[in-house]
């Protein structure tokens, strides 16, 4: 569901009207506010689309990369709520940069994924990951994770 917003924005001559556009999900019977961002970093353009379109369909800000440089070139490591990336990238993969990002921000919850069936889950730090998911893995699962990754436990 998306509802258009009334907001004003003011400069020193004139007063000017704009729109933004909120996403809501809907959990059970109560609507909530999806602004949460994620940023998803993948080798594979496929992937990253197919990941980027899934979550923007669930109300979620898409922050997409084909490379941990490109990620952190952005700076935007303050600005994501979560982080999803593949472990077998060229340079840097996600096992590194998980643990990179951990010692900007060890409470940045982060998702990993590969199609690699070698990988040794034992160098995956535990202190911020939230989920690790073999490819191809279910969508619902992953979104489940993302969620309760974002979510904080009352």
Known sequence: MQIAV????CNSSSLNASYDVIKFDRVGDVVTLT?????VIDDDEYVLDSLKNLLESH??????????????????IFDIDCLISDVSMPIMGGVELQLLVGKERPTLPVILITARPDVNVSNIAS????????????????????????????
């Open 6 to 9: 009334r907001g004003c924005q």
């Open 35 to 39: 602004d949460s961002i994620i940023a």
């Open 59 to 76: 109300g979620y800000r898409v922050l997409p990369y084909n490379s941990a440089a490109t990620f952190l070139a952005d700076e935007v």
């Open 127 to 154: 202190f911020n990951n939230r989920g690790f998911f073999q490819k191809p893995f279910d969508m619902s699962s992953l979104l489940q994770a993302v969620e309760s990754a974002i979510r904080p436990v009352p």
